[in-house]
T-cell receptor, first 113, second 109 residues
């Protein structure tokens, strides 16, 4: 079956513009995470969706970042008024149930010029 | 950001050597996962651990769930050049997964 799909794979944008990143999780997976990975760094938690519960937004670095998820399907991460420090790879992961391992997409590489 | 302490940060080893890395947390976890990430790709699951004290192998890889539930270890035996990459631990308490800072492994042939 299909894995986690993220689009676009690469995005170059000018400082101050808004960007929207998309994640299609594995069908039937109830949990969905977004992580940020700066060059040469680890995975920084951003936001967690679990079923119909209120998302855990505790990792979002500022109010320029927001994310939505439609039911148990696609999720979008939006960054408004992008800054150069937003340049990173944004990874999405999903799992079938909360305690099961995460399956990752290949990420969106965002470059803010 | 929310990340776990992972060590060593990086290591260069000779082909054939064994490798050890570990992850520690200030919180108790119920699940530990170990992942490997190759350049330009997302992390891929290596081993999953669900019980304190559990020792699980996957080929040349062996991982352990620490008895205190606050740490985990990954060992790679007889390393080969394709083991190069970044290894991440991930822990989950009662709610969400948090990842370690990563160990960058380079294997010299």
């Amino acid at each position: 079956g299909a894995g986690v799909s993220q689009s676009p794979s690469n995005k170059v944008t000018e400082k101050g513009k808004d960007v929207e990143l998309r994640c299609d999780p594995i069908s039937g997976h109830t949990a969905l995470y977004w992580y940020r990975q700066r060059l040469g760094q680890g995975l920084e938690f951003l936001i967690y969706f679990q079923g119909n519960s209120a998302p855990d937004k505790s990792g979002l670095p500022s109010d320029r970042f927001s994310a939505e998820r439609t039911g148990e399907s696609v999720s979008t991460l939006t960054i408004q008024r992008t800054q150069q420090e937003d340049s990173a790879v944004y990874l999405c992961a999903s799992s079938q149930i909360p305690n099961s391992p995460l399956h990752f997409g290949n990420g969106t590489r965002l470059t803010v010029t | 950001g929310q990340q776990l302490n992972q060590s060593p940060q990086s290591m260069f080893i000779q082909e054939g050597e064994d490798v050890s890395m570990n992850c520690t947390s200030s919180s108790i976890f119920n699940t530990w996962l170990w992942y490997k990430q190759d350049p330009g790709e997302g992390p891929v699951l290596l081993i999953a651990l669900y019980k304190a004290g559990e020792l699980t192998s996957n080929g040349r890889l062996t991982a352990q769930f620490g008895i205190t539930r606050k740490d985990s270890f990954l060992n790679i035996s007889a390393s080969i050049p394709s083991d190069v990459g970044i290894y991440f631990c991930a822990g989950r308490g009662t709610y969400k997964y948090i990842f370690g800072t990563g160990t960058r492994l380079k294997v010299l042939a």
